[in-house]
């Protein structure tokens, strides 16, 4: 595979688009992307805004660039599309910080317990989830039933600040 | 994010790989929590 050169980047953007045209794909990038990617996508967005318009195109291949828990979604959301995530190896931290064998052992010390999650989880950890979404969605309350406790996935640091300390109850929202 | 190039694009698009499919069963119960938080917000 040749190197990727400033000179060969408008070449490439071109055969990218035919080929999307050729094989009835959108292409989708999040918005940490770099330039050259966004300039060939059809949509931009961050990860809810993408998923939406995974769920709502009407192409018969998704194209996404951005993370393997995005292009999950998209599966989740459109399973009669064919979903391509360029690198499988795109990962996220965050979505890697809790599993669903650490969600169904902590559901399973909290029975009863609503979950809400960022949306940077992974399909099986959605599986196992009340609410998912991004921050500025907030989980529902109702002032007619009692409180219960929320799970929501930590972030890698106060994963690690825990991890000295005596375990205790995923309680409060974290990024 | 930077792990995405226009190559390797240009290669998923021309092959049609690589995939991410999630299994139905799973897909159908991962599905919910999205909807639910859709429609809220």
Redesign the interface.
């Known amino acids: 595979m040749p190197a990727l050169t400033l000179e060969n980047i408008p070449a490439l953007k071109r055969e990218v688009r035919s080929l999307a045209e050729e094989r009835d794909a959108v292409i989708l990038a999040h918005n940490y992307q770099v330039p050259e990617i966004q300039q060939v996508a059809d949509f931009v967005g961050d990860s809810l805004g993408l998923s939406r318009q995974a769920a709502a195109t009407d192409s018969s291949v998704i194209a996404f660039c951005g993370v393997h828990f995005m292009a999950e979604t998209a599966s989740i959301l459109s399973p009669d599309k064919l979903v391509l995530l360029p690198d499988l190896e795109a990962g996220c931290s965050l979505a890697d910080s809790i599993s669903a064998d650490q969600l169904r052992d902590w559901k399973a010390r909290h029975p009863g317990a609503v979950v809400v999650m960022y949306v940077n989880t992974t399909a099986e950890v959605k599986a196992e989830t009340d609410y998912s979404g991004s921050p500025p969605s907030p989980a529902p309350t109702s002032s007619s039933s009692p409180p219960r406790p929320a799970c929501c996935t930590r972030s890698s640091r106060r994963t690690r600040a825990r991890a000295s300390s005596p375990p205790t109850a995923p309680r409060s929202a974290a990024t | 994010?930077?792990?995405?190039?226009?190559?390797?694009?240009?290669?998923?698009?021309?092959d049609?790989?690589?995939?991410?499919?999630?299994d139905?069963g799973?897909?159908e119960?991962?599905?919910l929590?999205?909807d639910?938080?859709?429609a809220?917000?």
């Open positions: 994010m930077k792990m995405i190039t226009l190559p390797k694009l240009r290669d998923a698009l021309n049609l790989e690589p995939r991410v499919q999630v139905p799973l897909a119960r991962a599905r929590p999205i639910r938080m859709v809220i917000g």
